[in-house]
């Protein structure tokens, strides 16, 4: 086989991946609700500056269960374990949302050598969320989201220009101008699993499962 320039194949196998000085993980001492050790991650993360802790990969599946996904930013998570996500409901996750709410969403904070797992249910809170979502963003983000074609084949940037402005005087003339397609969603979560790295691979995964409205806590193995 052909080798890439460089060797990638090499220089890939001798990457680090976990820095010294990882936080320990008790699982006995874990709280019997997943958002709460979640949140906890969540400001660990965020006090230690790690950029964009609140990125999240979301997967979806279309109709006939062909996966995709994307990184999204979370906008909330609340003590009922739901997880918030803004995007257009006509992008292709919006389609395919529609056609199939069942959702994955995961958590990576290399710094803390932590990653959470999210499965569940994605569905919208209402039109008064996303309009209030939609109205906290900035201009720029409003105005790329009132353009309303995320996903659409592009054929002609000067398209995009031109309906960023067509946005942007919008916006300026109607400042409470809600893009009709733009859509808070929130994953109600039936599975969360928290996994903390080892330098020596002895790896820690606790998985939290909801029945009839209760957590459960596993260990799994590594
Ligand atoms: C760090 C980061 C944050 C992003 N946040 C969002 C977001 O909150 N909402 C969104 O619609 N797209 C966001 N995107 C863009 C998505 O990854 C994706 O390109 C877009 O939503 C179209 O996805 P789709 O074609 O699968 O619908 C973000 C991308 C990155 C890298």
Redesign the pocket.
């Known amino acids: 086989m052909a080798q890439a320039p460089g060797n990638m194949r090499d220089m890939l196998r001798a990457l680090e991946v976990f820095p010294a000085g990882l936080p320990g993980f008790d699982t006995q001492a874990a709280p019997d609700n997943p958002v709460t050790l979640f949140l906890t991650w969540l400001r660990d993360a965020i006090g230690a500056g790690v950029l964009?802790p609140h990125?999240m990969t979301l997967a979806t599946a279309d109709a006939a269960g062909l996966v995709?996904s994307?990184?999204?930013?979370c906008k909330d998570v609340d003590e009922d374990g739901r997880w918030y996500?803004?995007?257009?409901a006509g992008?292709?996750?919006?389609r395919e949302l529609a056609a199939n709410p069942h959702v994955a969403l995961s958590f990576y904070w290399p710094a803390q050598g932590r990653q959470v797992r999210v499965r569940g249910v994605a569905a919208p809170p209402g039109s008064q969320a996303s309009a209030a979502d939609f109205l906290a963003r900035s201009p720029a983000s409003r105005a790329e989201a009132l353009t309303g074609r995320?996903?659409e084949p592009m054929h002609d940037p000067a398209e995009l220009d031109e309906a960023l402005r067509r946005a942007q005087a919008q916006i300026a003339a109607d400042p409470g101008l809600v893009a009709p397609s733009w859509t808070l969603y929130a994953v109600s979560a039936d599975e969360a699993e928290f996994w903390q790295a080892d330098q020596q691979r002895r790896h820690i995964r606790l998985h939290y499962q909801r029945t009839a409205g209760t957590w459960a806590r596993r260990l799994l193995w590594p």
């Open positions: 964009g990125a995709s994307r990184v999204l930013l996500f803004a995007s257009s992008s292709r996750k919006g995320q996903s």
